[in-house]
């Protein structure tokens, strides 16, 4: 069953459109909810490359989210370079510290490199640290709104635009990196690496490659970050941060590029319906400042459930629904013409 | 010398914590994430069957050990079971869940203030050689430990379980060939460390407080465990007292926000130079 080329395409020119009609629509928390969403879409794709695509478990997303908010901080807040300098400026700078952390992580495998990854975390937690220390002191980097061109990005309709803009494009461009030999070659090594190695894939050098590549893009995440929330601490940081990245890259769909986004705004929507609908109901119960802990039971066993009953996320849920209609029609195929059933559902 | 005696008292905390992440590593080679919610919880049933501290704290201290063990064996059995097989992220990441889910339901449960643990006996101070000094509990803490090491090390040598566990920690399949039963071995693995994990919870609500921060623990008993081997238990002794003596002195001189990036930094250089840690076992992999 192969679907037109026109059909395949058309949800891809639906992008553009979308960017551009629903923050129009929406206002309020709800546009301020689809910012964040964005926000984390892109720091989702950037792990997601690394761990869903080459198969490497990372906890140290935070950390290169926090070496691009605080190029931002230290570029754009203290020397006043401009948004589109320091965008590029933070990728490379945390795609440069990735290499570093990632040259020996690579080649240690498994838990070796979850614990590497986490030990990068809370040393770029204190580094951080210490160079707010150095400058600003305890209140952080305080960020201008940033200009592109002419135009200041002041408004959350005007951030809306510019995440989701910034946001599509890398997934584009990561997608179109997935299908290419890269691609394969990570997958390869996912899959295993021992029959990846023995077709001539250099693991340790595709491997350093994807979590160059995911250092980047997650660093210019942090400086969208920056710049969104108009500050920059070291306290913003931290393992949960970390862990709520793996989460939104396994709700998602693990090496589904549109999951990193299903994944974003199930793992942020749902503390905000809650807090938005049952807020009430929950301080009743559990008095006031209960509803963060009930946000948490329901993140806690949203992951749980999803890794013991949804291992492949909402993305393989989805297409599981969208294959429904086509499974029926060949089931029922399938008792017309028992023989060739094989050949139809394969 | 002061610095010195702390750094012990806080290693004989993380030896029961890493202990705990070295047993189940070695039957199941998965990493506890959810160790630091263990210790809270464990810590937390604690408090409620000592109370206001009327009786004798025997009794609550079995109960607060055996709940945390049947906790730890049903996250063994019901969660983790069904992930045999699967990739490292699997459990990685649902022990992450599993612990924020762990955290938020205590919190529910026995709402966030800090509780101060009533003492059986009081707490006096031992001055020692050096101008260092010593707590009652400080003293008790390391005493435990030591037992406690100690025990899990002749039940490993000698008893006839221990000896199943080290078989199936070299290797499952060869394990499962004479009739061990792995799945039993292995959930008894995550009862010992949930026992351990409550133990080191106690331990030190004893010397400070029963509180939330206690979650944090957990991740500190990764840099003991790896420096001394991940797999091997007598490594851990070692490599709690080194993680506390760097610890400590860290703090001491870098300043408390340092406490966990100095402990990560010797943690980065074992694994760049001796990534099996001092007592662990080498890896080999053939392609």
Redesign the interface.
């Known amino acids: 069953m192969r679907s037109h080329p026109v059909t395949r395409s058309l949800p891809f020119a639906l992008i553009p459109l979308a960017i551009l009609a629903l923050p129009a629509l929406v206002g309020g928390t709800t546009l301020s909810l689809l910012n964040t969403v964005g926000l984390a879409s892109i720091g989702a794709i950037g792990l997601n490359l690394v761990?869903g695509v080459a198969?490497q478990?990372s906890i140290g997303n935070a950390g290169f989210l926090a070496i691009g908010a605080f190029t931002a901080g230290l570029l754009s807040a203290e020397q006043g370079w401009p948004f589109l300098v320091v965008l590029p400026i933070g990728g490379l700078i945390a795609a440069v510290v990735g290499t570093l952390v990632g040259a020996?992580a690579v080649r240690?495998?498994?838990?070796?490199l979850?614990?590497?990854t986490?030990?990068?975390l809370?040393?770029a937690?204190?580094?951080a640290?210490k160079v707010q220390q150095a400058t600003v002191g305890s209140i952080g980097f305080l960020m201008d709104p940033p200009t592109i061109g002419s135009v200041t990005i002041s408004t959350p309709r005007q951030w809306s635009y510019l995440i989701w803009t910034t946001s599509a494009l890398i997934g584009l461009a990561v997608r179109a990196l997935v299908r290419s030999r890269y691609g394969r070659a990570w997958m390869a090594i996912r899959d295993s690496e021992?029959s990846a190695?023995?077709v001539g894939i250099s693991v340790p050098r595709y491997k350093l490659l994807a979590f160059t590549l995911s250092s980047a893009i997650v660093g210019m995440a942090g400086v969208m970050f920056a710049f969104y929330y108009q500050s920059v601490q070291f306290e913003a940081f931290t393992?949960?941060m970390s862990?709520q990245y793996?989460?939104i890259a396994?709700i998602g769909g693990?090496g589904s590029i549109a999951g990193s986004y299903y994944g974003s705004l199930f793992v942020l929507g749902v503390p905000f319906l809650l807090q938005r609908y049952a807020a009430d109901v929950i301080e009743d119960r559990?008095g006031f400042?209960?509803v963060a802990?009930?946000?948490?039971?329901v993140?806690?066993?949203?992951?749980?459930a999803f890794?013991?009953f949804e291992?492949q996320g909402i993305a393989s849920v989805l297409h599981r629904i969208r294959r429904a209609p086509a499974r029926r029609r060949s089931r029922r195929a399938a008792r017309i013409a028992p023989a060739t059933s094989g050949v139809m559902s394969a | 010398m002061g610095l010195l005696v702390n750094s012990v008292v806080l290693a004989s905390v993380y030896a029961l914590i890493a202990v705990g992440w070295v047993v189940i590593?070695r039957a199941s080679?998965i990493?506890n994430f959810a160790s630091g919610s263990i210790i809270l919880v464990g810590a937390l049933i604690f408090t409620s069957f000592v109370g206001d501290g009327s009786g004798s704290i025997l009794l609550p201290l079995v109960l607060a050990l055996a709940a945390t063990g049947a906790l730890a064996a049903l996250i063994h059995r019901g969660?983790l079971t069904?992930?045999t097989g699967?990739?490292?992220?699997?459990p990685?990441?649902?022990l992450?869940?599993?612990?924020?889910?762990?955290?938020?339901?205590a919190?529910?449960f026995w709402g966030?203030q800090p509780r101060v643990l009533p003492q059986p006996v009081a707490n006096s101070t031992y001055e020692l050689p050096m101008g260092a000094s010593i707590t009652t509990y400080g003293l008790l803490s390391i005493v435990v430990t030591s037992v406690v090491i100690a025990g899990l090390l002749a039940f490993f040598r000698w008893s006839r379980t221990g000896t199943q566990m080290r078989a199936v920690a070299e290797s499952g399949l060869l394990a499962s060939q004479t009739g061990i039963r792995i799945n039993h071995v292995t959930t008894l693995s995550w009862v010992i460390a949930g026992c351990t994990s409550a133990l080191a919870g106690i331990q030190y609500g004893y010397v400070n407080i029963v509180g939330q921060e206690m979650s944090v623990l957990g991740?500190r008993g990764?840099a003991p465990a790896?420096i001394g081997g991940?797999d091997s238990v007598k490594g851990v002794a070692i490599g709690s007292l080194i993680v506390a003596a760097v610890e400590t002195y860290g703090v001491r001189y870098l300043g408390g926000?340092?406490q966990?990036?100095v402990?990560?930094?010797v943690?980065?250089a074992f694994?760049?130079v001796k990534?099996y840690g001092l007592f662990g076992t080498a890896q080999i992999?053939r392609?």
Not at chain 1, 299 to 304: D, N, R, T
């Open positions: 761990m198969g478990v020996p240690v495998r498994g838990l070796y979850v614990i590497a986490l030990a990068f809370y040393v937690i204190f580094v640290y021992i190695e023995s393992l949960d862990i793996l989460v396994l693990l559990f400042g209960g802990y009930v946000q948490n039971v993140y806690g066993a949203f992951v749980v890794v013991l291992p | 590593f080679r990493p969660l069904p992930l699967e990739r490292l992220w699997a990685t990441v649902l992450f869940g599993l612990s924020i889910l762990l955290g938020a339901l919190s529910l966030n991740l990764i790896l991940f926000e340092s966990d990036a402990v990560f930094v943690l980065l694994l760049v990534p992999r392609v």
